[in-house]
């Protein structure tokens, strides 16, 4: 098992920056990839960035592309999401989650998940 924890996140205007990390606790050596999610109210949850545990590119949603930046701290077994450009369309529950097994949009291709941090970006 993999235990997500998730901190960062709150309330921000429209163009401020805001970190959100995720630390991996358990077996961490089966993770493949971390990603990020995100649910706003009423909407499906849906992909925003992805990263391998241990090397290769990034991978990033078109509507975030530019402004967010997802990276790993090997050492600390963490994920970061650097939100940068905010917009009020950010506003969401988002979520870290790690897979086993690929690096992929899709949520079914994860295995943990965090329990979600609010973001709310006012314009």
């Known amino acids: 098992q993999v235990q997500l924890v998730q901190s960062g996140g709150g309330l921000v205007q429209a163009g401020d920056s805001l970190r959100l990390s995720c630390a991996a606790s358990?077996?961490?050596?089966?993770?493949?990839?971390m990603g990020w999610f995100r649910q706003a109210p009423g909407k499906e949850r849906e992909f925003v960035a992805a990263?391998?545990?241990?090397?290769?590119?990034?991978d990033y949603a078109t509507s975030v592309k530019g402004r967010f930046t997802i990276s790993r701290d090997s050492a600390k077994n963490t994920v970061y999401l650097q939100m940068n450009s905010l917009k009020s369309e950010d506003t969401a529950v988002y979520y870290c989650?790690?897979?086993?097994?690929?690096?992929?949009?899709?949520?079914?291709?994860?295995?943990?998940w965090g329990q979600g941090t609010q973001v709310t970006v006012s314009s």
């Open positions: 989650a790690a897979a086993r097994r690929s690096m992929g949009r899709s949520r079914a291709e994860y295995d943990y």
């Open positions: 358990g077996r961490t050596f089966t993770i493949y990839a």
């Open positions: 990263i391998r545990w241990s090397v290769g590119s990034p």
